[in-house]
């Protein structure tokens, strides 16, 4: 089963700015048949205007995933931890028991991002936050996992849950293959660039809510940028 989320039919909001959109129940948006997908919960697409951003602020109990699209991201917290994370880069904060940051765009021009909450398989715990970068060659043609929780993915960033957060990019006429096991749930949306998955077109920024499928099969019908998540219940 495979379910196009058109990014038109997305919740969201207009901040000035901020312009986001939600792929499931955030904030001001509640959809009762988007409250999340397995484990994920969140699936933001934020927009933040140049020189703003989100002003210090806690969490708990969550897994936070920053998939930058383009510019760049400043993160400072209650850790002491601080870092700039760029374009195809990816951070992680697992909130644990409780963290306070911040996260501004302190760039010329516009900042654009994918931010993904997942539940964690248990509350409480030190918080931590990390960065990575991903450059695009070494996810050409392939899905990698950029964030995960399984000890097998010793290049990701970890997570504490049972999912992981995966990139892949791909040129027009490429295809990518990717293996589900059974029980679990898939979150496809196209960064950039349009693609089929299993014969449904997306284009970008829509999301794709995928179960009982054993094997996802992924062709740009353009240069492609795709993050996918793939959770437990």
């Known amino acids: 089963m495979i379910e196009r989320r058109a990014f038109d039919s997305l919740g969201g909001a207009d901040h000035g700015w901020l312009k986001a959109k939600h792929h499931f129940s955030f904030a001001g948006y509640n959809d009762s048949g988007r409250m999340g997908w397995g484990a994920l919960r969140v699936w933001n697409d934020d927009t933040i205007a140049a020189q703003t951003g989100f002003p210090p602020h806690p969490h708990a109990d969550m897994e936070i995933i920053t998939y930058v699209r383009e510019g760049a991201i400043t993160h400072r917290d209650s850790l002491g931890n601080q870092g700039r994370t760029e374009a195809g880069d990816v951070q992680v904060m697992s909130a644990g028991s409780g963290i306070t940051h911040s996260e501004y765009n302190l760039e010329a021009g516009n900042t654009r991002i994918f931010q993904i909450w997942i539940i964690p398989d248990a509350r409480g715990g030190a918080p931590s936050w990390g960065a990575k970068p991903f450059p695009a060659g070494e996810r050409s043609g392939r899905f990698i996992a950029l964030a995960s929780g399984f000890q ?16 892949a990019t791909l040129k027009a006429g490429e295809s990518a293959r990717y293996t589900m096991e059974k029980d679990r749930y898939a979150y496809l949306v196209p960064a950039k660039g349009s693609v089929e998955i299993n014969g449904v077109h997306l284009d970008a920024r829509d999301g794709a809510a995928i179960r009982d499928e054993t094997v996802l099969e992924v062709k740009a019908l353009e240069d492609a940028e795709l993050v996918l998540v793939d959770s437990a219940r």
């Not at 993915?153 to 995966?166: E, I, K, M």
């Open 152 to 167: 097998e993915d010793s290049d990701a960033l970890p997570l504490r849950t049972n999912a992981r957060v995966l990139g």
